[in-house]
């Protein structure tokens, strides 16, 4: 429901956070630079809502959309995923539809100075 998602800005004034969201799509990818079959799976991405639009159509229906900052992720040893705040990808393509994407809470990894 996008009603319970908020731009990241808002999350900074609050105890709850809103704004974390993920998007699994299917995707084609090549194995090496020289493979000429794409392999097509799965693939996870992990952002924050930077803004919301709402595009609408003569009152006829409407469309919100999410403009995001995605992150870098790994995996760590323990299957645990980690997101690296610090490090934006795909900032060519920021937009997303509401529908798409799932709510995500982040928790902060003390051990780890690089991420935040």
């Not at 998007?23 to 924050?48: E, M, Q």
């Not at 393509?93 to 509401?98: G, M, S, W």
Request: charged content about 25%; some cysteine; proline content about 3%.
């Amino acid at each position: 429901m996008v009603i319970d998602f908020t731009q990241k800005n808002c999350d900074l004034r609050l105890k709850t956070q809103n704004s974390g969201v993920t998007l699994t799509t299917l995707t084609s990818s090549f194995a090496r630079s020289k493979d000429k079959n794409p392999i097509v799976g799965d693939v996870t991405y992990y952002g924050t809502i930077e803004d919301i639009i709402k595009v609408d159509f003569r009152s006829k229906f409407s469309v919100v959309l999410f403009r995001c900052d995605w992150y870098h992720v790994d995996v760590d040893d323990l299957g645990l995923t980690r997101v690296h705040f610090k490090k934006l990808h795909y900032k060519d393509d920021p937009y997303v539809l509401a529908s798409q994407v799932h709510e995500v809470f982040y928790v902060p990894d003390f051990l780890e100075n690089d991420i935040y």
